[in-house]
């Protein structure tokens, strides 16, 4: 009895562990962007990407100031320091024009073609 | 101006929530204050610290420090808000019911201010680091601009006071008795909207890709950059396109602290239970 319960968990923590890993190697097929911060614009404003593909976005800010890279419909957010860079990790979306903006800044705004 | 006051009032927000219900949850516990005051000073160190290492902690985990970093505190909050409902299910009656003969109580009492204490700490964490570096920034260039900016930014920190008090006070019109079943809902759901929200994070830093699948896409309908969006992610979780995962998130969390909350009180008083 408690053999069996040891055995069916071991199947279920095994079949978990296959499905972590597909989906691990699936993100490995990303594709990636750079995108420019500079005196308060974004370069390039209207960067286009396949769809449905998970995608790595990766925002160098060269103003002396922190921002935040936000796109309220891409689901990402975050704060990149002064003279530094960040990478964001975005799931695979349908396409379609997604708007991204600096959270400090209201003008900093572009938008992510999706095809 | 304006664009300040907006700036800083978002990120206020979501802790000026948090902040007044926390000060509703103990509203019949002496000294709370102390506690609560604590919690909003480290959280504002913290803010500050984060702030000034927001670079090197971006940097952190193959540049997924900051997401990793959100996930770990908001399952630390998590962690505090579910023992605080356990706690209370155990001693919260007891209390409701004496209020004038604590004695013992407000010993006990001053054990799930911790929690809540760290609570407001991590909520104060969280949205303070970005106001710092807002701030900083504007100060940093101290152009003409520079001090109508700051005053924006007062501005918007004093309407996020107004948000706490706004909801201290509206819950304190709830009777007491009624108050601690709609505060141990809140504090549930609350929990389980950042556990959701941690799952969304370390999905964000490719920890946790499984079952990323959307579930439904209310962003059309509700917004969750909205008014009535924010104020429902910071109350609930709310989210317009959830995963599977950080649903099964929320539902484990609510069943967790339903069954722990039974389970710890029915030990002490079953008939509590048996009576409702």
Known sequence: MLVDVVRKLMVVAGSLGVMLAMTQAQADGRNEICLTYANGQFEPKEPTVPADAPLTIRVKNLDAKAMEFESETLKIEKVVAGNSEAVLNVRAVKSGRYEFHNDFNEKARGFLIVQ | ?276
């Not at chain 2, 920890?207 to 950059?225: C, I, R």
């Open chain 2, 1 to 276: 101006m304006l664009a300040a006051l907006i700036i800083v009032f978002r990120e206020v927000f979501e802790a000026g929530l948090i902040v007044g219900i926390v000060l509703a949850v103990t509203s019949s516990v002496p000294y709370r204050l102390r506690w609560i005051g604590g919690g909003l000073f480290a959280g504002l160190v913290g803010a500050c610290a984060v702030a000034a290492f927001a670079g090197t902690l971006t940097q952190l985990f193959e540049g997924m420090g900051q997401e990793l970093f959100n996930a770990a505190i908001l399952s630390t909050a998590v962690i505090m808000l579910t023992w605080h409902n356990v706690w209370m299910a155990r001693h919260g009656r007891e209390m409701a019911n004496e209020l004038r003969t604590m004695g013992q109580a407000v010993v006990d009492g001053a054990r799930p201010l911790v929690a809540l204490a760290t609570v407001i700490a991590i909520a104060v964490l969280r949205e303070g680091s970005e106001v710092a570096l807002f701030l900083y920034g504007v100060a940093a260039t101290s152009e003409g601009g520079g001090r109508a900016l700051l005053g924006g930014g007062a501005l918007g920190l004093l309407l996020g006071v107004a948000v706490c008090l706004a909801t201290y006070f509206g819950l304190m019109r709830i009777p007491p008795r009624a108050l601690f079943r709609t505060t141990t809902v809140l504090i549930t759901l609350l929990s389980a909207g950042m556990a959701a929200q941690a799952v969304f994070f370390l999905a964000r830093a490719n920890w946790l890709t499984s079952f990323d699948q959307v579930v439904w896409d209310s962003s059309a309908v509700l917004p969750e950059g909205g008014v009535a969006g924010r104020t429902l992610k910071a109350l609930i979780g709310y989210t317009d396109q959830p995963t599977v995962m950080q649903l099964a998130a929320y539902v484990g969390v609510i069943l967790l602290t339903v069954i722990l909350m039974r389970l710890t009180a029915g030990t002490r008083a079953p008939r509590v239970i048996a009576a409702e």
